[in-house]
């Protein structure tokens, strides 16, 4: 069986002595746990280092949220593939709903973001997901597949394998309005069948899909106990250290 992955996404949150604390609670709590997950944090840029530090004790994986579609050079603001490398970054949000709607990236661009994660041994937690209306009017399996395909089917498939994806569903985040474990699961299984076609079965089976929206430790028992949901994708919920270690415990 997969182990399941519980990432913390904390989005443009905290000052860095909440960070720091956050960290520091973190591992108060996991030192006591045997978890059966493996745990990733995801701060803000600024705080990787730091977090990568306490990450050495080797209770969590440090990403980050965003990379750039650049390699290096004259692109004021970016921080590229190589840079998180270096500071001892494993993985890396690609394609979060906020960075579409809010930074306008496209598929092409979040091709380009993969490529760069990948070449740099960064391993790429790919966020797909229908907003709302495109729910309503049922085309929630189209929105996905054309984002799971546009961003990620150019690879090979030593290079998908490296990859995980995460479905969240854009009117679940930060909403409190979680999908049922029957949506998730009839996603994460249709999501499979994409990779399955694409790169055969034994692929499809190995690649770990995770969900997110509204995760708390309320409902991610369930969610996670659905066939083909391979752990959470938490932003909310990640910010309080006792609510997160609850939910790396059911997964
Ligand atoms: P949420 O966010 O858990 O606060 O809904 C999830 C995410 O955006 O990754």
Not at 40 to 49: A, G, K, M, V
Not at 101 to 112: P, Q, R, S
Not at 165 to 181: D, Q, R, S
Not at 185 to 196: D, G, N, V
Request: net charge negative; aromatic share 8%; glycine share 8%.
């Amino acid at each position: 069986m997969r182990k399941k992955i519980v990432a913390g996404n904390w989005k443009m949150n905290l000052c860095f002595e909440e960070a720091e604390e956050l960290v520091e609670e973190l591992i108060d709590l996991l030192e006591d746990v045997e978890l059966k997950s493996e745990v990733i944090i995801c701060p803000p840029f600024p705080y990787l280092e730091m977090a990568s530090d306490y990450a050495q004790e080797g209770f969590f994986k440090i990403g980050a949220q965003n990379i750039s579609p650049f390699e290096a050079g004259a692109y004021t603001g970016e921080v590229s593939a190589s840079m998180l490398d270096s500071m001892e970054v494993s993985h890396c949000i690609i394609g979060h709903s906020e960075r579409r709607k809010y930074f306008n990236e496209d598929d092409k661009m979040l091709t380009a973001k993969v490529n760069q994660a990948l070449e740099h041994n960064i391993i790429p937690i790919f966020c797909v997901g229908e907003s709302l209306p495109e729910r309503e009017s049922e085309k929630h399996f189209e929105v996905v597949r054309r984002q799971v395909r546009h961003g990620l089917f150019h690879l090979d498939t030593d290079e998908f394998a490296k990859v995980i994806l995460a479905y969240e569903p854009v009117w679940a985040i930060g909403t409190g309005i979680t999908a049922t474990p029957a949506q998730a699961a009839e996603m994460h299984a249709y999501i499979r069948s994409l990779i399955s076609e694409r790169y055969g079965e034994e692929v499809s089976k190995a690649t770990m899909i995770l969900y997110g929206g509204s995760c708390t430790s309320k409902n991610a028992a369930e969610l996670f106990a659905q066939p083909g949901v391979d752990g959470g994708l938490v932003g909310g919920a990640s910010l309080k250290a006792e609510e997160f270690v609850e939910i790396c415990k059911l997964a």
